[in-house]
Nanobody, 124 residues
Framework: QVQLVESGGGSVQAGGSLRLSCAAS????????MAWFRQAPGREREFVAA????????YYLDSVKGRFTISRDVAKNTVYLQMNSLKPEDTAVYYC?????????????????WGQGTQVTVSS
């Protein structure tokens, strides 16, 4: 079994920054990709960013391009999400997820493992 543990959430004012981390532990295997999704109250979970594990290719939701950066540390089995210029509409619970096979990276159904989520609140 694989466990994903997120950290780094919190409350900031608009324009501020936060860095989320997701550490994977348990059975060791090769991920195809890891990603961040978010879910705001009353809304569906949405894709935020993904990174392929071997090549480090990145993908982003249009509304976060230029503000968020996803990265990974293969040796530490950890993925990060650096969030700058935060906006109130970024407020949500952020989830880390791991995909084992090549697939549509923006589709939450293609991810086999999920973390418990970390709250990000941005005030205006």
């Amino acid at each position: 079994q694989v466990q994903l543990v997120e950290s780094g959430g919190g409350s900031v004012q608009a324009g501020g920054s936060l860095r989320l981390s997701c550490a994977a532990s348990g059975r060791t295997f090769n991920y195809y990709a890891m990603a961040w999704f978010r879910q705001a109250p009353g809304r569906e979970r949405e894709f935020v960013a993904a990174i392929t594990w071997s090549g480090g290719r990145t993908y982003y939701l249009d509304s976060v391009k230029g503000r968020f950066t996803i990265s990974r540390d293969v040796a530490k089995n950890t993925v990060y999400l650096q969030m700058n210029s935060l906006k109130p509409e970024d407020t949500a619970v952020y989830y880390c997820a791991a995909a084992l096979t090549a697939s549509s990276l923006s589709n939450s159904g293609n991810y086999a493992y999920w973390g418990q989520g970390t709250q990000v609140t941005v005030s205006s």
